[in-house]
């Protein structure tokens, strides 16, 4: 059993096979919508979108602070004793 001998020697019992890994859900939908042709044109145009998306959110958030009371709603600066 000693005498067996390897032709190849780059044979390595550790060697894992890598599939390469997929590109994610929001880039392929960016893609196959047309709205880029690659994966960096993808990026570009998800960071813009989701500048929108802040611009609009910083937006709702402050026109939410103010506070309006209806006409014909009695207030206690109003109200009758």
Do not use: H, W
Not at 59 to 79: C, L
Request: glycine content about 4%.
């Amino acid at each position: 059993m000693a005498d067996v001998q390897f032709t190849d020697e780059n044979v390595s019992s550790n060697f894992i096979a890598k599939r390469p890994t997929p590109q994610p859900f929001m880039v392929r939908a960016v893609i196959k919508s047309g709205l880029a042709k690659n994966v960096a044109g993808a990026n570009v145009v998800l960071i813009i979108i989701s500048i929108i998306c802040i611009i609009f959110a910083f937006y709702f958030f402050r026109s939410g602070k103010s506070e309006t009371i209806p006409t014909g709603v009695p207030t206690p600066a109003n109200e009758p004793l």
